[in-house]
């Protein structure tokens, strides 16, 4: 009869003594040993035991790196203490068997502390006894950073417009790149990137906070005289050994409406009196003067317009907005005055406008021949070599080359007359003689106007002789 639990566990057997005595006397007794051998139940699941031998494990760890040591124990007997193990979740370590029930957890993968920095490994052990009991053990293994990322740039490019007559000091643009790792291997520092092609000197222009990657203008940028530049920014973390990368910023000089336009020749002068003449016969639409102006500014800073300014109730005359060019509005009258002092107002699109104004008296003459003086009171500064220069140059050449061939002719002529190999009556003598046209004059009809441009006013000058040829024959 069982008094009290029974354990495998504890007592795989009991040695039982029995003493046997009769009633009789004197009593007689006799003794016998009893052997009770106690059958396993399996009642005991597998127990796991895991030894670190790495607190963390680095990204970069070789395939096979131990990491735990893993024993499981089963207190049951025969196959109830038989026990399987292995890995639940799929993870990038493995089990391998050192001894029976003793296992080494190793790396069986590429790990990467940014894509997973620490992982939860599953372990079961199952028992071969009936029924079958398991336990599970979950070990966090954590993967310590190295420096295998560069800093990155968000944008391949970074453009930065600027507008000129910039403040000095000023951050004009903050770049900023992110690296992936952590601690020490993701501080970043900036710098500018020297290189071969760099040709404007950065030092002078511009300045960056190795810090926090703002860029501050050390100079005022002038659109006229730089409207874009470049440079190379290289951030570089704090790894051993540091990475590196970086990024080209194109700076843009935005031009603002700083320049007035300026009004060409020969208009150009300040200080001087501009005059042009007209016959009181003109009629409407008669061209009096051109007005040319250029601005340095660019866009519509630079688109210009034209706007006369004349004295109140006087509507003789027009300009074209955007040409510049002064014309007569209508025929003139008995009522008008003889000299139309004019102002002419040249605006550019910017905001605010700027403008330059130019002055000239238009004086009403009774004839086209009180003209030709008169309205080239300015002289024609030619910067480059004009229109009418080269016509004046091939007129030159032609006539020379042409007379040169005729007193050719004229000399081979008589010198065979002289000697005689032809007679008299079937010789046909031949002088010719040309006589070049004379030279366009001075004040001929075409004004040239900053050096390229060429005007005709509509009354013309007293027709010249044209070129002529004269030959005669002589026959005897």
């Given amino acids: 009869m069982i008094k009290a639990n029974v354990d495998y566990e504890e007592n795989k057997a009991f040695e039982i003594r029995v003493e046997v005595n009769d009633k009789g006397q004197p009593p007689m007794s006799a003794h016998c040993k009893v052997l009770v051998e106690v059958n396993d139940e399996n009642d005991h699941a597998p127990e796991i035991t895991v030894t670190p031998l790495l607190n963390t494990v680095k990204e970069d760890a070789d395939v096979g790196t131990a990491i735990a040591l893993v024993s499981i124990v089963d207190k049951d007997g025969g196959k109830n203490g038989d026990v ?14 050192n001894y029976k029930n003793y296992y080494s957890l190793v790396v069986d993968g590429a790990l990467d502390r940014e894509i997973a920095s620490s992982y939860n490994v599953t372990i079961l052990a199952n028992d071969e006894g009936t029924p079958r009991l398991s336990n599970t053990s979950v070990i966090t293994i954590h993967v310590s950073d190295v420096n295998d990322n560069p800093p990155r740039f968000s944008e391949a490019v970074v453009n930065v417009y600027v507008k000129e007559n910039n403040k000095v000091g000023v951050i004009i643009k903050t770049v900023s790149a992110s690296d992936a790792d952590i601690a020490h291997n993701s501080q970043v520092k900036y710098s500018f990137l020297q290189t071969d092609s760099n040709s404007l000197p950065l030092s002078t222009m511009i300045n960056i906070n190795s810090e926090t990657g703002d860029i501050v203008s050390l100079q005022s940028f002038n659109y006229e005289e730089l409207k874009t530049f470049q440079f190379k920014v290289q951030a570089t973390d704090s790894g051993v050994p540091p990475l590196s990368s970086n990024v080209t910023v194109y700076v843009c000089i935005l031009d603002e409406n700083d320049n007035s336009p300026a009004i060409l020749a020969p208009y150009s002068e300040h200080g001087s009196v501009n005059s042009e003449s007209i016959p009181y016969s003109a009629e409407a639409g008669y061209f009096v003067a051109k007005i040319r102006a250029v601005d340095a500014d660019s866009g519509y800073n630079a688109l210009l317009s034209y706007h006369l300014s004349e004295p109140k109730g006087n509507n003789l005359f027009r300009i074209g907005t955007s040409t510049g060019e002064i014309r007569t509005k209508r025929r003139m009258s008995d009522n008008d005055l003889k000299t139309h002092p004019l102002v002419v107002l040249v605006s550019d699109n910017g905001e605010p406008s700027l403008s330059a104004t130019v002055s000239i008296d238009v004086v009403v003459v009774e ?11 300015v002289p024609i500064k030619e910067e480059s070599f004009s229109d009418l220069n080269l016509y004046l140059l091939i007129a030159i050449v032609s006539v020379s080359v042409i007379f040169l061939l005729s007193l050719i002719s004229l000399i081979a002529v008589k010198c065979h007359r002289t000697d005689g190999s032809f007679s008299s009556s079937d010789t046909m003598k031949s002088d010719v003689v040309v006589f070049p046209a004379p030279f366009p004059p001075v004040d001929a009809e075409l004004i040239s106007i900053n050096g390229g441009d060429t005007f005709t006013r509509t009354q013309t000058l007293p027709n010249k002789d044209k070129s002529s040829v004269h030959a005669s024959l002589h026959v005897p």
Wanted: some cysteine; proline content about 4%; hydrophobic content about 30%.
């Fill in 84 to 97: 399987k193990c292995k890995i639940l979740n799929e993870v990038p370590f493995k089990l391998e068997t």
């Fill in 367 to 377: 004839s086209t021949a009180d003209i030709q003086t008169q309205f080239r009171h």
